[in-house]
T-cell receptor, first 115, second 108 residues
């Protein structure tokens, strides 16, 4: 069964550093997403991406964040100048529009710890 | 009002019990609805989509009432493996909003 993959599984970084989180969506999917989940809290939408551009973003997704699809398979989330409160699990997801419904498949996540 | 609100839980039930989860959403323009389950420290996994006509998948039944902006999930004959957090998810224009989740523990 196809699946979304993410690397690295864990990332530890110093406050102020930049991190890049990587995702490989399911190959025939057209829509890509990033979410974060702070420990013990709910999953929060960050951004959706379609046709090589951002289609929606939340209030969390400010200038500190950027996304890119650098080639035909990878989808990345860059976090510049990381802050302590960026520590969270970051999930990538992808979906194909099936019969007008969006169903998203999540990757296993990258656990980011900012020290 | 929260965008997606769920029963706070936790629900602790014996094996074989029937348990129901409720969810309400605030944006009447929401387009599609889902239940996901999330195991501890794992990614959310799609359990089922939710349709206005109601839908069933084995022991799981989901209902949507658009007029009341209400979604439900019924689990019959619960198994130990059903223990997880159940997330109500509402989608509008590719912006998926999650409820805080309801934790279910099924005990022997």
């Amino acid at each position: 069964e196809p699946e979304v993959t993410q690397t690295p599984s864990h990332q530890v970084t110093q406050m102020g550093q930049e991190v890049i989180l990587r995702c490989v969506p399911i190959s025939n999917h057209l829509y890509f997403y990033w979410y974060r989940q702070i420990l013990g809290q709910k999953v929060e939408f960050l951004v959706s991406f379609y046709n090589n551009e951002i289609s929606e973003k939340s209030e969390i997704f400010d200038d500190q964040f950027s996304v890119e699809r650098p080639d035909g398979s990878n989808f990345t989330l860059k976090i510049r100048s990381t802050k302590l409160e960026d520590s969270a699990m970051y999930f990538c997801a992808s979906s194909a529009d099936i019969n007008g419904l969006e169903t998203q498949y999540f990757g296993p996540g990258t656990r980011l710890l900012v020290l | 009002r929260k965008e997606v609100e769920q029963d706070p839980g936790p629900f602790n039930v014996p094996e074989g019990a029937t348990v129901a989860f409720n969810c309400t959403y605030s944006n009447s323009a929401s387009q599609s609805f889902f239940w996901y389950r999330q195991d501890c420290r794992k990614e959310p996994k799609l359990l089922m989509s939710v349709y206005s006509s109601g839908n069933e998948d084995g022991r799981f039944t989901a209902q949507l009432n658009r007029a009341s902006q209400y979604i439900s999930l019924l689990i019959r004959d619960s198994k130990l493996s059903d223990s997880a957090t159940y997330l109500c998810v509402v989608n509008l224009n590719n912006d998926m909003r999650f409820g805080a989740g309801t934790r279910l523990t099924v005990k022997p």
